[in-house]
């Protein structure tokens, strides 16, 4: 694993501080006035959350426009590498505490994929994990599974490469199923319960796969 770097942890906190100064900011500005009540408190910590969350959205994906993902093997210390970096350091310090909760109501984790970059077709939900959503994408009338993992990294050893996951129409990941970076899914196709697809996969449409490695089933 490489080392996270001093400039990429500077810059990290630089657009933290950013979006912190500007959420504090934002629900005094809203809140401050209003007469809460005896719940004063915890409705001020409760907004800041929210809008902290909604300013955190919004400055990751100007990251992201200005140091987009590329996929492929990343070279230590160039610009692709900096922004893989900084990207798991948001996820790391900010958005792993909504995306591996089960409180969020699965409705709204789709608002929060979207939030962060996944492309989800019409009537599609996850109540599994998307690790990278800005290089996934799914189809309409997908369903990820309870506790599914979805990544599109690979880190083994000293070597980080990125590959976009790509799934179609009518897909269905069982539950606690793993789908590994560079898989692809074709329309109608089910992964089974518990199943390890390993990176750079094909299913065919209609295919059935399950299994520790996952293989064809029918």
Excluded at 51 to 67: D, K, N
Excluded at 80 to 99: P, R
Excluded at 111 to 136: E, H, V
Aim: glycine letters at 12%; aromatic letters at 10%.
């Amino acid at each position: 694993m490489r080392k996270i770097t001093l400039p990429q942890v500077a810059l990290f906190f630089l657009l933290l501080g950013t979006i912190l100064v500007l959420g504090v900011t934002t629900t005094y500005g809203l809140l401050g006035s209003l007469s809460l009540g005896d719940f004063r408190g915890i409705a001020m910590v409760g907004g800041a959350v929210v809008i902290i969350y909604l300013y955190a959205f919004v400055m990751y994906r100007l990251f992201l426009h200005f140091m987009p993902l590329v996929e492929g093997s990343l070279d230590e210390g160039s610009r692709d590498e900096f922004a893989a970096q900084v990207n798991i350091l948001f996820y790391l310090m900010l958005f792993n505490s909504l995306i591996r909760t089960h409180f969020i109501p699965v409705p709204l984790m789709r608002l929060i994929y979207q939030a962060l970059g996944a492309r989800m077709g019409a009537n599609t939900y996850s109540a599994g994990t998307l690790l990278d959503p800005p290089l996934t994408e799914l189809g309409a009338n997908c369903i990820i599974g309870h506790d599914a993992v979805l990544f599109c990294h690979a880190i083994e050893g000293r070597h980080f490469t990125l590959s976009r996951i790509r799934i179609g129409n009518n897909v269905t990941i069982g539950a606690t199923a793993i789908v590994m970076c560079g898989v692809i899914i074709g329309d109608d196709a089910i992964v089974s319960a518990g199943a390890v697809v390993l990176k750079d996969t094909r299913i065919g449409p209609g295919e059935v796969w399950g299994g520790v490695p996952a293989k064809r089933l029918r």
